[in-house]
């Protein structure tokens, strides 16, 4: 049995210099109102709670001239003595916002494999590289959108060095569709219709990328911040269904599962599983959402796997341990989501 997460730690990167050194002192971190110090422990005792043989780390630490995501990961791992202690990353982005796997070499070797092909500027309508351009027509007017990650989803080999067994993991950061910098209520609504536009896009991209995994016969997980998901605003009627249903597609063995997208799915009223919390400082109010996922492919659900969403006030367990509560809140605005599964 092996423990897989997808945690997105919100502004991971002001921990640490340019040497990959954490700056655990008094000063203030990404947060609002949280000193790096405040998050680096909570961060500590949440990835030690967690115990995961490997992390998809969403907004993971800076890499570029000067930074090193790996180091600044793998300097965290050994701070807090973390099993999960070697650090993979893929193409990176200009967004100070990496996406990262940390993995125990113990358990795993991991290797960054991105499929499909370069692209020029003009792009390509079959799931280039993530790297690249896709071309899509989404508002119907016969001249298609040139769409492109800002975050190009990390993807992984992941082989279990007992069994020999091979996944593919996709580690994903999409299109926020906040409108922000909108003015007034007109370029509210423009703004988040091209922002859904665009995430959309990045959804019918990646899931042409699920359809080559699975016609390959690879088992697969697709795992991250989607920032989407069914019902979440009121543009969504636009285009039918959700990014994240895009993803999970709907033809049988073709499908990806991941339990709480099917319950969000299912029941449009009600309680609904949540993985982020965020201040909304016009309303003087949190709201909360499903935004992460963890999906796998069919093959995947017959060793019968658990999640679990480690939020701070809906898991008893995370509830009861004031500790870890209180970690889980300091630490970021998402909750980290974990896949327990025998490979």
């Known amino acids: 049995m092996v423990r897989i997460a997808t945690y997105n730690v919100e502004w991971f990167d002001a921990l640490f210099d340019d040497d990959g050194e954490l700056i655990a002192d008094g000063g203030w971190s990404g947060r609002h ?49 973390l099993r999960a202690r070697r650090a993979l990353l893929g193409f990176r982005n200009d967004t100070q916002q990496e996406i990262a796997l940390l993995y125990n070499p113990d358990v795993f070797d991991a290797e960054h494999i991105a499929m499909g092909h370069e692209t020029g500027k003009k792009g390509a309508t079959d ?60 370029e509210v ?84 599983p949540v993985t982020a919390r965020f201040w909304i400082q016009t309303e003087k109010r949190y709201l909360q959402a499903l935004l992460d996922y963890i999906m796998v492919s069919h093959d995947l659900m017959k060793p019968r796997p658990k999640w679990r969403i480690w939020h701070a006030f809906d898991d008893p367990v995370c509830y009861e341990t004031e500790e870890l509560r209180e970690a889980l809140l300091v630490a970021s605005d998402h909750f980290p989501v974990t896949i327990d599964i025998a490979l």
């Open 33 to 81: 109102d949280v000193t790096r110090h405040q998050q680096t422990e909570a961060l500590g005792i949440v990835f030690t709670a967690m115990d995961a043989d490997a992390i998809m780390v969403i907004e993971a630490p800076d890499d570029n001239r000067r930074r090193s995501t790996k180091r600044a990961l793998e300097g965290f791992a050994y701070a807090f003595g």
């Open 189 to 272: 609504m423009r703004l988040a219709i091209e922002n859904r536009r665009k995430q959309m896009a990045q959804c019918i991209w990646l899931r042409q990328r699920v359809d080559e995994h699975l016609e390959r016969g690879d088992s697969l997980m697709v795992m991250g911040d989607f920032n989407d998901g069914p019902g979440l605003d009121e543009y969504e009627k636009l285009f039918g269904r959700s990014g994240v249903e895009v993803v999970l597609g709907e033809d049988g063995r073709k499908e990806l599962f991941d339990p709480h997208a099917r319950l969000a799915i299912s029941r449009r009223v009600g309680a609904m």
């Open 127 to 186: 799931a280039p590289r993530f790297d690249g351009v896709f071309r899509f027509d989404l508002n119907t007017d016969a001249e298609p959108e040139l769409v492109t990650w800002s975050k190009p989803p990390l993807e992984v080999a992941l082989t279990v060095k007992e069994t020999g067994r091979e996944v593919r993991l996709i580690g994903v950061h999409a299109k926020s569709k906040a409108p922000h910098g909108a003015t007034d209520p007109k």
